[in-house]
């Protein structure tokens, strides 16, 4: 399996900027989050969907920021409009639920950078 | 509500010793625990998880973690830290709530110097 995939690995903006990144999760699992990680506030949850659906967006720091899971396969965060204290590194996850584990499989990561 | 407490965010040894990195949690329920590594420029990769199996876990690279219910811990170790150890480390308890969800601690950059 190839793993989370991310895209862009980079994404350099000016302030006021839309953004997306962009997620595809390993195929078959069933549960997808989006974290963010700076150096001042450590590794946060955004939010997280089941079967496609949200389940919890309490992580999600304001309106700017949406997220969407259209199809099993695919999900997108949204930031608009952008602002510098929004760079960070954007992390999407995934797992199944069937194993039981609550193990989350992680990607590489999205690089933003807001001037 | 589930908590983890990770002491030191900073560790530093010498290359050959011994590895301990600190994990305490909090948990209404019994935990499912996990340790993830996080290398420069990358992202979580799994080291090790404890799932109500056997209370001393062995992970990838050499690293092996206790589950202390008595304590509440589950702290990380390795005999002979290498300098490819040199990484963020960070704990996590299962959410009670189910969804899959995760709480993970704050990390602890391990530094390793010849």
């Known amino acids: 399996d190839a793993g989370v995939i991310q895209s862009p690995r980079h994404e350099v903006t000016e302030m006021g900027q839309e953004v997306t990144l962009r997620c595809k999760p390993i195929?078959?699992?069933?549960?997808l989050f989006w974290y963010r990680q700076t150096m001042m506030r450590g590794l946060e949850l955004l939010i997280y969907?089941?079967?496609?659906?949200?389940?919890?967006d309490s992580g999600m720091p304001e309106d700017r920021f949406s997220a969407k899971m259209p199809n099993a396969s695919f999900s997108t965060l949204k930031i608009q409009p952008s602002e510098p204290r929004d760079s960070a590194v954007y992390f999407c996850?995934?797992?199944?639920?069937?194993?039981?584990?609550?193990?989350?499989?992680f990607g590489p990561g999205t690089r933003l950078t807001v001037t | 509500a589930q908590s983890v407490t990770q002491l030191g965010s900073h560790v530093s040894v010498s290359e050959g010793a011994l590895v301990l990195l600190r994990c305490n949690y909090s948990?209404?329920?019994?935990?499912?625990l996990f340790w993830y590594v996080q290398y420069p420029n990358q992202g979580l990769q799994l080291l090790l998880k404890y799932t109500s199996a056997a209370t001393l876990v062995k992970g990838i690279n050499g690293f092996e973690a206790e589950f202390k219910k008595s304590e509440t811990s589950f702290h990380l170790t390795k005999p002979s830290a290498h300098m490819s150890d040199a990484a963020e480390y960070f704990c996590a308890v299962s959410f009670s709530g189910g969804y899959n969800k995760l709480i993970f601690g704050a990390g602890t950059r391990l530094a390793v110097h010849p």
């Open positions: 969907f089941n079967n496609n659906v949200p389940i919890d």
């Open positions: 195929s078959g699992h069933d549960y």
């Open positions: 948990s209404s329920v019994p935990p499912y």
């Open positions: 996850a995934s797992s199944l639920a069937l194993t039981r584990s609550y193990e989350q499989y």
